[in-house]
Structures are given as structure tokens and as C-alpha cells.
């Protein structure tokens, strides 16, 4: 095999491989004898068939068999000879071959950038920790026990319907005369001031009694569901048929075991542990926001192209499906500006996922961090949780899918790392409200609609070192 580098220009290397052709017909001739073996041709005995008939009958199969691992073979060892860290599968092109010539291809290899990793014992972050206070509690309690009140009946005729009653109707809804379809019902209980009704429904039928009929007179909102409704006057005859008086639940033992728990403390506990957990899940992910910034702001490198530009077709893909599909969700400021100039906001954010990704997994190949089997059944524990009731099934699903698990590994990964980092880093707790830290996420979720225009001017910083042998010398 004769190698020869023919560019090496920043991340790129390219070569020039010529498999002699020798080596490909004794492959050629070595795979035929394994063949020869096992095949069965009429008129031959097992082993016994002439070369000339097998070269004639798989040559052509053999062959192409036997170039594919001669490219496979020949690039493998090209890449370990030269000591090259690829970020993505080489590209390889074949520029000649003929039965009995040499082979040969050329080979372009993007490379893993070289850089110094920042020292994360600088980085200082503040984690916003919000306690559950016995406030929040109360709140969950009395929004459960409004879920499971209950109702009786009134017994005087006199009775007129008010606010926080609940009035069992019948009513048939027309627009211009003709009833439409699912505006009809039958001893609906409907909830008088629940506003689960059209607007101005609900407060026409204050104050009637029991068999009372009435026109309902209401308009439909603009942005009804139903586009042949949508902003259409409506009539609805409505005939009451019950009134009935809600009765709260009480807030007891009795009001847990009707949701499934032993007690009121413990639902009291389960509530408390559920929002800790929710509480818990926004303060990672602003923390890991902010960590993500600062990893950004100490890496200035050489970014593969390969991957730049994948990662900006992906969001340019995102992109026209929303502007096709869900046009109303494009941001307003967007929707002036040309398709060049929106690609150049695009690619910022594409180095700097980019750029995290390759300081993420150096981070972790630096540092032997490794996912174990247990990192995954808890992966797909947390799978299951999310279909109560269908948790069988998804385990059934994650067994019979290796590449399932396979796509719960990288976001794993990332978590693993992070946490890597977030150990060495600086992190001081400060105590908010939930509405504070909900405050913080939405402000960092509409920041990251823009790209960060920053990434544009960060300067390129020379390779001094390996990350690996930087990590070396730190320790």
C-alpha cells in the first residue's frame, strides 16, 4: 500500500492510497479457495470445483467484496499511521481500478480539533434553589379537593340559578337556523361560572329555575377550533332540568385514599416530592444554561465545516417546516429578512452547538467519564414513568429496539459530563420563588430565539497543546 498526503490545510487532511494489485488478487484468490469449500456447483464435488469455473461464476461478487475491505483495511490503517482523530466517517472516492491494475482512491479526513480546555475551577455559577413552602402545598390540596367536589340537589322549585351552582341542561345550538353539529346535549351539568362554556353563555342562565326555557344569544370567538363557526352569532335553546349546589370536599384522610394514598400526609409528602422534583428539573436547567455560556466563552478553536454545516442544515430544515406548517410561530423580526440572512444568523447558532459538543466530548474522553448499564435503566425507568399504566410495554419496546437505547446515550452522556464539571466549578445556591426562577427560564428561552451574536466575533484561538496533554499537566 503507497500513501501519500496530498493537503494538509487546517482540520483537513487528504491523501492519495494505491492498493497494489497483487494484494488485491491474492485476497481475490484466498476468498475464492474459502468459497470453493461450501459451495455446490452440478457436475463438482464440494472443494472440487475449478478455479477458472468459480472466477467465472462469483469473480464479480468476490471482487467487489474484496475492494470494499481493501478501502476499509487500507484508509483504517492510513488514519491509525498518521495518528488522525476524524470527526466524521472519511470521504472516499475511487479515481481507478481495473481488474488486474492497482487500486486507487482518494481519501479526505476531517479532524478532531487540538485545543486547551478551560480551567472549570474558574467558572462560578449561581444555582436558583427554590424551596416548597406549606403554602404550595395548601394550593395543590385545595386545587385536588376542587377536582373531586360533589353536588346535591336542590329541592325548592323557587330556587334560581346562581354563581357556583350547577345547572343540568338540555340545549340544541343553531347558526342562521340550522343546528351544527356537537351543539346538541342532554342533562349536561354545567357549572355556572366555570367559564367552560362560550363567553356569555354561562351568565344568560342566571337566574332561571328549573324547567325554565331560554334563548342563549352568543357569537362564537374569531379563533374557534371549528372554522365554520369561528365568529358566527348562535342561538342555543337551553331547558334547565336540575339545579343542584356544589359541596366542597374536605381537605382529610378521606379526600387521599379517593387518590390513591394511605393518608393526608402522605399525599401531603408525594406533593412535596413532586414539586421539589419540578423545582429541581428548572434549577438544572438554568444552571446547565449558564454553564453551556461560560464553556462557550472559554473555547476559541477551528470548527470542522462538515459539522458546522450539518448542524445549519438541520436548523435550516426546523426552519422551513415551521415557516410552511406554523407560520404564526415565526418570530416577527425574522420575517423581513431574506433567506442569506437568516442561514447567517442560523450558522452562529450552529458553531456554538458545535463547538459545546466537541469541548463536551472532550471533556469526556479526557476524563474516562462512561455511562454504565445502570445509567441506562434508569434512562428508561424515567421512559416508562412518562406512560403510567404502559410501563410494561415500553420496557418491552427498549428490549426489542437495541437502537433505541442507542439514542438515549448521547443526551446521557451530556448529563454526565455537566455534572463533571459542575463539581469542579464554583456553584453558589441563592433561594427565589418558583416565580422568579420561572421568570429567569422564559428570559433565557426568548434570548435563545436570537443567536448569540458574540459567537460571530470570537477570535480563533492557536492550538498550543492537546486537550489530553493539558489535562496531563493539571493534574
Not at 481495473?98 to 480546555?117: C, H, I, K, Q, R
Not at 399525599?267 to 453551556?292: C, G, N, P, Y
Amino acid at each position: 500500500m503507497q500513501v501519500t498526503e496530498t493537503k494538509a490545510e487546517g482540520l483537513t487532511r487528504e491523501y492519495n492510497v494505491v492498493v497494489a494489485a497483487a494484494d488485491i488478487e491474492e485476497k481475490v484468490t484466498t476468498r475464492l479457495a474459502e468459497i470453493s469449500k461450501t459451495i455446490k456447483i452440478p457436475g463438482f464435488r464440494p472443494g472440487k470445483v475449478p478455479a477458472k469455473v468459480l472466477r467465472q461464476k462469483y469473480g464479480q461478487s468476490v471482487m467487489g467484496e474484496v475492494l470494499e475491505g481493501a478501502v476499509n483495511e487500507s484508509s483504517s490503517k492510513t488514519i491509525a499511521d498518521n495518528e488522525l482523530r476524524p470527526v466524521a466517517q472519511p470521504k472516499i472516492e475511487i479515481t481507478k481500478f481495473e481488474e488486474g491494475a492497482d487500486l486507487e482512491y482518494t481519501m479526505s479526513v476531517e479532524l478532531f480539533p487540538e485545543f486547551d480546555m478551560m480551567d472549570f475551577k474558574k467558572i462560578s455559577l449561581e444555582r436558583l434553589v427554590v424551596p416548597v413552602k406549606d403554602e404550595e402545598i395548601d394550593e395543590t390540596l385545595q386545587r385536588i379537593a376542587d377536582a373531586n367536589k360533589d353536588s346535591e340537589a336542590v329541592k325548592s322549585k323557587a330556587k334560581k340559578i346562581a354563581k357556583g351552582n350547577i345547572a343540568v341542561i338540555d340545549f340544541v345550538g343553531s347558526v342562521d337556523g340550522e343546528e351544527f353539529p356537537g351543539g346538541k346535549g342532554e342533562d349536561y351539568p354545567l357549572e355556572i361560572g366555570s367559564n367552560t362554556f362560550i363567553p356569555g353563555f354561562e351568565d344568560q342562565l342566571v337566574g332561571l329555575k328549573v324547567d325554565d326555557e331560554k334563548d342563549v344569544e352568543v357569537k362564537f370567538p374569531e379563533e374557534y377550533g371549528a372554522e365554520n363557526l369561528a365568529g358566527k352569532d348562535a342561538v342555543f335553546k337551553c331547558k334547565v332540568k336540575e339545579i343542584r349546589n356544589v359541596v366542597p370536599a374536605e381537605i382529610n384522610d378521606d379526600l387521599a385514599k379517593k387518590v390513591g394514598m394511605d393518608s393526608l400526609d402522605a399525599l401531603k409528602d408525594a406533593i412535596r416530592e413532586e414539586r421539589s422534583k419540578e423545582f429541581d428539573q428548572m434549577t438544572r436547567q438554568h444552571v446547565k444554561k449558564h454553564l453551556l455560556d461560560a464553556l462557550d466563552d472559554g473555547h476559541a478553536f477551528d470548527l470542522p465545516e462538515s459539522l458546522v454545516e450539518g448542524e445549519v442544515e438541520q436548523i435550516w430544515a426546523q426552519f422551513e417546516e415551521t415557516r410552511k406548517n406554523n407560520p404564526e410561530q415565526i418570530d416577527e423580526s425574522d420575517k423581513d429578512k431574506s433567506d442569506e440572512e437568516l442561514k447567517a444568523e442560523y450558522k452562529e447558532i450552529a458553531e456554538r452547538r458545535v463547538r459545546l459538543g466537541l469541548v463536551l466530548a472532550e471533556v469526556g474522553r479526557v476524563n474516562e467519564i462512561q455511562l454504565n448499564q445502570d445509567d441506562l435503566n434508569g434512562a428508561i425507568m424515567n421512559e416508562a414513568r412518562r406512560y403510567p399504566g404502559q410501563e410494561q410495554a415500553v420496557f418491552e419496546y427498549f428490549k426489542n429496539n437495541p437502537q433505541a437505547i442507542e439514542q438515549l446515550r448521547a443526551p446521557l452522556f451530556e448529563e454526565k459530563v455537566v455534572d463533571f464539571i459542575l463539581e469542579l466549578a464554583a456553584v453558589t445556591d441563592k433561594e427565589v420563588s418558583a416565580d422568579d426562577l420561572l421568570g429567569a427560564l422564559n428570559a433565557e428561552e426568548e434570548a435563545e430565539e436570537k443567536p448569540a451574536k458574540k459567537a460571530a466575533a470570537k477570535k480563533k484561538a492557536p492550538a498550543k497543546k492537546k486537550a489530553d496533554d493539558k489535562a496531563e499537566g493539571d493534574e
